[in-house]
């Protein structure tokens, strides 16, 4: 086991999916001479040269419609996005293009493509710069959408997207950058992790504690809380939300019969949506009590350091979300 | 300036019919009404509910398919909008198949899935049938980007029309291709009119100027006239695969026919007078037909037998079409992905599905 | 009572608002000299003039964009986007410049814009041409979605959006257009039906059927048949998506503690899965079974005939999901 | 070709001081001065965490801000990006309801919600303070329509930065704006970089020359020259104001600081000794003084007066900013919607919120 930053972890994949496979490359923004924004790319111009590791222009529907063009003959692109804000601007090339390509082909142009990059809120970016955007992809047919909260997770998840047949959305975490974590060392070989299971990351039995992404964090110091008053939480982490792993939802809600939806995003038809839609349809006789959501505050997010704290999903919401299914207090 | 030169190269070509065979010219006659017959074939059929949603007839641009297209290689790229059933033709995708598709059968090129938009046959690297207009002009830079990527000396060539040139995914595309010398030729269809709006309410400048900011070169051609048009691009398609990088080309057209089959062939934005003008005086085939006349190198007889052929082949591949069955029931979850990974599930509408949970 | 098309019921909204108000313009594509690629907005460019009827360039960011500056400073632009499948490449516009405006200049620049035009499917249209979008805009907080079903609804929420101060995303359907139905005469006076407030098209008292848009059209049908098996379902059409009337959802739900949702779109953190959510969050005790939802087929749209009537919700799947919640064979 | 044209119009005064009376002159000192020592000041408060988040600093860019801006009236609108707030300034916004927007306080222009990305002041004129690379240049287009539509004879000013003409919003606006004529200069802040990408990287053509597809005047200024700029500006505004229609600008300028506070300065994409130079060549607050030394207009002892002024105002900003309290949590829910409906529920996160059910 190497102990490294979730930034290394994804730089690990990049580098060794791209030494496994010449059709991969990585196009994006600053990704190349500056070693990204985000410093994800580090060295990688170095290593793998300007064909393959390359800067492109501020243009985002372009850049994707491009990766595209490329996936469609073959080629195995990497599409960073700076952050996945800017991705709506290239939303139509994903959703019309590389979603429905071998659909509309009827089986003729695979789309192996991968789109990544940090999605939701880092620290006072305000408005603009702050939004969760997983709905965008997930609601569309035709894309796979992972979320990987931990080092691991980034480095397992992101492989298998580059290996993957179709367009996979990998959403990353600005404040996950710099997150340390376990990961088997490369020698030990090739580390993926499959597309569509989800990872128990506490073992509880009172209530399950239901999440993606970052906000994994958020949750485990919920249920770290939770256990001072004596209440065990499962907290299962989706890391994939298409595939999803409605089987190992299901398990925990049946075990605990209490479940919290925890995400960085907008509830109106947030993915929290779609999990409670599934519970109450497929474990209706297993609620005792309904499925509660805790996601942003449905609003713009605010610059201002004390709305921007209130706006956010934090722990003590979970806590009194867990309480409340647990009809506590 | 590179970025502005207009070079007419292929006016050089005025009176070029020298410059092809006798069998050239009969090919080119034959292709042209080939296209032209399936056209009016596609439009028979939508008539009788045998096509339905858009359906967009190229009528009257059979030279621009026709010339870009046929000095292409089996392995090079061509792309276009949804007004692609002919270009397919031009390369080399089978009648049956296209026609097949328009009737949304199993024997169709998607099996029925995609429909008059979206023509794909990936064996003949024709890459397409797009709906969203502009977007096939960002896909062409990628496919040129895998080109070069693989040091391959193919050529793409994207087809899209005029309104086209409106859409930010044309500016961004164009200036990448720009930048990194990618070999596409970008060829605007300029039939003037964009649905009911004529080019000129929408833009300050002609077709041929829009790419004046981005380095790439720009050329105008008669798209009417296959010689002219043939011999430009084929010189063109040599330039581009020796290296010369993007090109940017104002094919200029006319559409005979309505936008799609709903649409009227004239009205408010353009008159009766303009389209009979245009369809008496500037007919590829017709214009063909009279160059080949005055050449000696074709009678009413040889004329008669090759439209024949053409309807022949094209009733054919109505019979086809026809006679192919309607897609199974099970393709409706085909294809939406190329692997379902072993865990997970990827369908959320609750429904039955051959080999899954609902 | 006037008894007219749910297109001329929109020609007449955008007609009164243009008389009653001279900041109010029509921009988009065809929408001047074609009179609208679904002729909707008819005759209005002899009414009105080429200043307030435009025609634009095929520039969906860029003419949604100059709406949104165009209200920054106090106009009251009507954008007309010819589907709102086109309308994914103005999202940017939409979800970061009008839905943000207010919030980041804190209360100093109010948005009253309104963007409309078909969303969902018509008849063998393909994938690019047969998306249901209202989970792109109904997410967003800072917009309000509204989708009428009927004539007296188009006419009526499109006159409320257009004076509404926020923006106003108003999805209408091309299969609706020719729908007649009766509609207050002009003289009758100003008809506006405020946002927010549901419509119980039909009254039952078995099961619910909640809805919105064009859907409402096939729930009827299939409330009409249940009847015939002796079952009165409610038929409740939301009208307005945001703001929600919750309180019409519950009423109908607390009444026969049976629901199902039926919409046009894609299954995924849809409407649906937030109209569940709220179901079963704030009437939890009132379920007698499970909230089940009819969808579209959870793939991109097909061409052929056959495939796209089964990958559309129909009346029977309707019929069946009330005998599913109604445990009935 | 007006398309294409790049008058170098303020190239006839260069040394044109003359124009300018000296009281003119002291103001342009004046108020460059102010616009760097706020910049320094908001450098200061972010190192100490009083600003968060993104801060893009205008230090070197000044005379552009005061060049184009300078010359309007209270009524006519300016746009920006996020590299703002000098143009706030410019435009007549209180440095101290600047400052305290940057520090996320109730006092702030938009009471502490938008930050430094966006500063709004509807009263001066100042519509942004956009951070979506490319938006408002469509905006800036709406606004042109706005006043165009009501007959007004306001001018839009519209900056926006040298990576921003890829994108596809720049295409689009601009065509609109030339198909309409619409009052609107675009001011291209031309600093040679995008974050770490030299322009030169990520276009075929100069700046100057991306306009050229569109039928719209380009021009280039020296945009360290606020003699040159303001000259150039005070001419092309009075022309726009009299219906010359859009122009385009390529403000030659340079960016003395980090792309922002996270950013470093120089590295692999410019080197020290370039930022080196150009900051000791052609800052603009010392090429203005050292001409008005020059012209004996000017002494030491008065420009330290004037920095001191200028040092006053800036402090005072940050005070007052620092003074102002905190948002008070309700305004968390304010703004969102400008009216609430009698009907229906709004928010959906489930929260307490003042005035609606949970
Ligand atoms: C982005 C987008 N906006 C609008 C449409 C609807 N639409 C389909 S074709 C068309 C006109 C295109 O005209 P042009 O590009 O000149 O091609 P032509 O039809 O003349 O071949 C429009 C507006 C679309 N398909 N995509
Ligand atoms: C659409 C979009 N893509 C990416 C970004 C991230 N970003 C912010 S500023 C910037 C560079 C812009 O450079 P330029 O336009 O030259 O302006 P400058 O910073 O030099 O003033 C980038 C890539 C963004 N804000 N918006
Ligand atoms: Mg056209
Ligand atoms: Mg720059």
């Known amino acids: 086991m190497q102990t490294i930053t979730y930034r290394e972890a994804l730089n690990q994949a990049l580098a060794e999916e791209m030494e496994r496979d010449p059709d991969v490359f990585l196009m994006g923004e600053e990704v190349a001479e500056y070693d990204g924004a985000y410093k994800v790319s580090k060295g990688l111009l170095d290593r793998f040269g ?185 907290v299962l982490d989706l890391r994939s939300l298409r595939p999803l792993d409605v089987d190992a939802i299901l398990e925990t809600v049946r075990k605990t019969n209490r479940a919290v939806y925890l995400e960085e995003g907008w509830p109106y038809a947030g993915v929290g949506a779609q999990i409670v839609s599934i519970i109450q ?15 942003q505050a449905d609003v713009p997010m605010p610059y201002a350091k004390n709305l921007e704290q209130l706006a956010k999903p934090g722990v003590d919401r979970v806590i009194s979300a867990c309480n409340r299914v647990l009809y506590r207090n | 300036m590179a970025g502005t030169k207009t070079k007419k190269k292929a006016a050089d070509k005025e009176a070029g019919i020298d410059r092809f065979s006798p069998d050239q010219l009969r090919h080119f006659l034959r292709e042209m009404l080939l296209y032209r017959r399936f056209e009016e074939k596609a439009e028979e059929a939508y008539a009788i509910g045998k096509i339905g949603g858009f359906c967009h007839l190229h009528i009257g641009q059979e030279a621009v398919a026709l010339g870009f297209i046929g000095p292409l290689r089996k392995d090079d790229y ?113 039939n003037h009119y ?20 981005y380095g790439i070169p720009a050329h105008s051609v008669n798209g009417q006239d296959i010689l002219e048009t043939w011999a430009f691009a084929e010189d063109l398609v040599e330039e581009v695969r020796g290296g010369a990088g993007p090109q940017y080309v104002d094919a200029q057209t006319y559409r005979f026919k309505g936008h799609s089959m ?20 500037d007919d590829p085939i017709r214009l063909l037909r009279d160059r080949m006349y005055d050449a000696e190198m074709l009678d009413e007889e040889e004329l008669k037998e090759m439209d024949a052929e053409a309807r022949k082949l094209v009733d054919e591949a109505a019979e086809f079409a026809d006679a192919s069955p309607l897609p199974d029931p099970s393709e409706l979850y085909t294809h939406v992905y190329a692997e379902e990974n072993p865990h997970g599930r990827l369908y959320f509408d609750g429904r039955e599905r051959p080999g899954q949970e609902a």
């Open chain 2, 262 to 281: 709903s649409d009227p062939v004239s009205g408010t934005y353009r008159s009766k007078e303009e389209v009979q003008e245009k369809t008496e005086r």
């Open chain 2, 194 to 213: 964009g649905m009911g709006t004529a080019f000129s309410r929408v833009s300050a400048v002609p077709v041929v100027d829009r790419a004046k900011g």
């Open chain 1, 50 to 234: 300007e064909k393959r590791i390359v800067d492109s222009p501020i243009s985002e529907l372009g850049f994707a419609g491009l990766g595209v063009g490329a996936a469609m003959v073959g080629l195995r692109p990497v599409i960073e996005f700076m952050t996945f804000n800017f991705s709506i601007l290239a939303l139509d090339q994903v959703l019309n293009s590389a979603a429905k390509m071998l659909y509309m082909s009827g089986g003729q142009i695979p789309m192996p493509i991968v789109f990544r990059g940090p999605t939701g809120a880092a620290l006072q970016l305000s408005a603009q710069h702050s939004q969760a955007c997983e709905v965008w992809y997930v609601h569309a047919p035709g894309i796979k959408v992972v979320t990987p909260g931990t080092p691991a997770d980034a480095k397992g998840l992101l492989k298998a997207a580059i290996r993957d047949p179709d367009p996979v959305v990998v959403m990353e975490g600005e404040l996950l950058y710099n997150v340390k974590g376990e990961v088997p060392d490369v020698e030990d070989g090739d580390f993926v992790i499959p597309l569509g299971k989800a990872d128990l990351k506490r073992e509880g039995g009172d209530v399950s504690i239901i999440t993606h992404g970052k906000m994994i964090h958020t949750a485990l110091q919920a249920a770290a809380k939770l256990e001072k008053e004596g209440i065990q939480a499962d």
């Open chain 1, 281 to 295: 349809e497929e474990a209706f006789d297993h609620l005792d009590a309904p499925v509660i959501r805790v996601t």
């Open chain 2, 78 to 190: 061509v792309i276009s909008a949804y007004r692609e059933h002919t270009q397919a033709l031009a390369k080399g995708v089978e009648p049956n198949i296209v026609m097949a598709e328009l009737f949304g059968r199993e024997g169709g090129s998607s099996g029925g899935k995609g429909g008059s938009m979206h023509i794909f046959n990936a064996d003949q690297g024709f890459m397409g049938g797009h709906g969203i207009v502009g977007a096939q002009v960002a896909l062409a830079s990628g496919m040129a980007w895998a080109i070069k990527y693989r040091g391959g000396d193919q050529v793409c060539v994207c087809f899209m029309g005029d309104a086209a040139v409106n859409q930010g995914a044309f500016h961004e595309a164009l200036n990448m291709s720009a930048i990194w010398k990618l070999p596409v030729i970008y060829v605007v269809e300029n």
